[in-house]
């Protein structure tokens, strides 16, 4: 009978604590080499590959760690991090810890040299005492590196707080980003997703993180919403008061809806004055004793949308106005207001702590102190808008915004990016209108930034065919090929690559729009808005009117004077305040995303980190991508092992 080789040590599975994690054996390692993956780890997990990984192992020389599989391996040795692609190797060591990807699934590499049987355990002539060294000298070995596992977070953090750069793409920079309070309002944050590690949902938010405290009236916007899920998912509203649900569903949807829901909700769909239009926005107000609570988001009220996709969500909490406030109001409570007031909303009335009485409808929003809105506010309303509202929605809005603001030099001609979700029935003409308004600006030589080239960010069929959902990821990417397919949008197409978010696999539901040289951006969008006509509004007769068939929400970041807020209608005795800057004080902000590699101390202006998900710039479509588009019939199995049906299609978002 062969000699059975001698044990090395295990791989021991942790949790993103880095604590050992009981529920999962460990995994011997012996001497030559160990296939780790699907077969050796029990998870059902079919992301993890047959052969994932190789450890070959001996007595006296480090483990060389080989990459099998086609997905990737993290390794961590000390405070340097490394990813490995397919048929990439290393070597490991005792304590290091190994990570699977996608997925979660941790491991500590813990070599077992001293245990019975290894060479290290033969006594010498000194009676046990150079295992006595050798034993207290692994304690010490193994003390310092749990005190280096507890750290190990802190101190990449603390780098990139002190402008350390994060070296390569490979890094999952996603890990680092936690704005400060004051920050918070000035940036958005990308929502959870169920099946990501924890690192990947760093600083993201669920619907239970953002509907909270003593609400005393909400308003909930939204296309889709699933009645059943939003009580059971967020239990906080079923104690509110008063609830307006304003939402875009059919009769079908809205006859349950009518039965299911609260005595005290109230449901309101708005008017669609204009054929294949929708009530689309994404946002809710919440009103607190102590001020109001403005979120704008990107995802329907179903369970999906805040579980397997990538979406993003911006708040911002503001106080009543006091009574020597001026009765004139900011660029964003107008905004804010004249979009309510287009919703023709049901008025109702209410009794407020302290105020008494108060009717709730679009004006009421105006006792709000808006002055340190860190954004503004694009919308979109039905109709043929001209004369002084021709800029007042849509992309003229965003063209008029932006004609307003002044832009560092470098963005000159810059690029721009389209991310979305549903592609409309598009043509050349709409696409240079549309690039037109989105390359307003001027730098501060108050000359015209010129008109930039744009890219479209849109998942391939392989990327649906392998995300977290399959093919049913596709339902949310409503699209069908006579959309998709239009050989002038052939040179628009670049892919969805979210390493660094940990979104590759997570399907975008978010939509936003930017203009950037590389990670700098002159301004960011995060909208409900898709690339369509019906979302963004054409020009009509001889561009005197704007034609816009959607309700639509966005919030745009730009370069502006810093100020921080840290006020909050839930920090119980500690609301916090906002504090305005003399305009001559003031640093103008830069906005940047998570790959910027830049140093915080040597910048003149306030860095602010927005959480962008993929990948800029933009990697284009390769000969063999195909972009997806849902009516087409696809025999290669996904992930879960399923096919695509032309016929099925469960989840519909209007262009």
Not at 255 to 260: A, D, G, H, I, L
Not at 337 to 348: G, H, I, N, R
Not at 366 to 381: G, K, M, N
Request: with cysteine; aromatic share 10%.
């Amino acid at each position: 009978m062969a000699a059975l080789a001698p044990q090395i040590g295990f791989l021991v599975p942790v949790n993103d604590k880095l604590q050992e994690n009981t529920s999962i054996p460990k995994i011997p390692i012996v001497h030559g080499p160990n296939i780790v993956g699907r077969d050796s780890i029990p998870v059902a997990d079919k992301r993890l590959s047959r052969k994932h990984l190789c450890i070959t192992a001996s007595l006296n020389a480090p483990a060389h760690l080989i990459v099998e599989g086609s997905n990737p391996v993290v390794v961590r040795s000390n405070d340097q991090r490394k990813k490995l692609l397919s048929r990439e190797s290393c070597e490991i060591r005792d304590g290091d810890f190994v990570e699977l990807i996608p997925g979660y699934h941790f491991f500590k590499f813990v070599c077992e040299r001293n245990s019975v049987g290894s060479s290290s355990q033969k006594r010498d002539s000194s009676g046990g005492k150079r295992v006595c060294e050798e034993d207290e000298f692994v304690s010490r070995k193994r003390a310092k590196q749990v005190s280096q596992d507890e750290v190990f977070a802190r101190s990449l953090q603390a780098e990139l707080n002190h402008g350390s750069p994060v070296h390569g793409k490979s890094i999952e920079t996603i890990r680092y980003f936690s704005p400060t309070k004051d920050k918070l309002p000035s940036t958005f944050r990308l929502m959870k997703v169920k099946d990501l590690p924890p690192w990947a949902n760093t600083n993201a938010v669920s619907i239970g993180d953002v509907v909270q405290g003593n609400i005393q009236v909400a308003l909930l916007s939204n296309y889709m919403v699933d009645i059943d899920w939003l009580t059971s998912a967020c239990t906080t509203l079923t104690k509110v008061p008063h609830v307006l649900v304003i939402h875009g569903e059919g009769d079908g949807t809205l006859e349950y809806m009518k039965r299911k829901k609260f005595a005290n909700w109230i449901l309101h769909k708005p008017p669609l004055p204009i054929s294949y239009g929708t009530h689309h926005s994404k946002a809710m107000l919440l009103v607190y004793p102590q001020g109001v609570r403005i979120i704008v988001h990107t995802a329907n009220l179903i369970y999906v949308d805040w579980n397997n996709k990538s979406q993003g969500l911006w708040m911002q909490d503001f106080p009543w106005k006091n009574s020597n406030a001026s009765n004139k109001g900011s660029g964003f409570e107008n905004d804010l207001v004249d979009y309510l007031t287009a919703l023709k909303l049901p008025e109702f009335s209410v009794s407020l702590p302290g105020l008494g009485n108060c009717s709730i409808n679009a004006s009421f929003f105006r006792r709000f102190d808006y002055s340190s809105a860190t954004v503004r506010l694009i919308a979109s309303v039905p109709g043929y808008h001209s004369g002084s509202s021709l800029k007042k929605w849509g992309h003229m809005k965003l063209r008029t915004v932006l004609q307003e603001s002044t832009f560092d030099q470098q963005f000159r001609k810059a690029p721009l990016v389209y991310q979305f979700s549903s592609l409309g029935s598009l043509d050349e003409k709409w696409m240079t209108e549309l690039a037109s308004s989105m390359s307003s600006g001027v730098s501060e030589d108050q000359k015209p930034l010129g008109v930039g080239e744009p890219l479209i960010i849109w998942p391939s069929v392989e990327d649906v065919r392998c995300s977290l959902e399959g093919y049913a990821a596709g339902n949310a990417i409503p699209s069908p090929q006579k959309n998709v397919e239009k050989e002038f949008l052939k040179k628009y197409w670049a892919k969805w690559k979210a390493s660094h978010s940990g979104r590759c696999h997570a399907m975008p539901h978010i939509k936003t729009f930017a203009r950037y040289n590389g990670q700098n951006l002159a301004w960011f969008l995060l909208t409900s808005s898709n690339l369509s006509k019906a979302a963004w509004g054409a020009l009509q007769k001889n561009n005197s009117q704007l034609m816009i068939r959607s309700y639509e929400l966005g919030v745009l970041f730009l370069p502006s004077k810093w100020q921080g807020c840290s006020f909050s209608c839930t920090d119980n005795g500690n609301q916090g305040k906002c504090e305005s800057a003399k305009a001559s004080e003031a640093e103008k902000t830069k906005l940047v995303t998570l790959s910027w590699e830049g140093n915080r101390n040597t910048e003149s202006s306030e860095v602010i980190t927005l959480p962008v998900p993929y990948e800029l710039p933009p990697q284009r479509y390769s000969s063999e991508d195909i972009p997806w588009s849902w009516d087409r019939r696809y025999s290669k199995r996904d992930v879960h092992g399923q096919v695509w049906p032309r016929q099925v299609q469960l989840y519909t978002t209007k262009d």
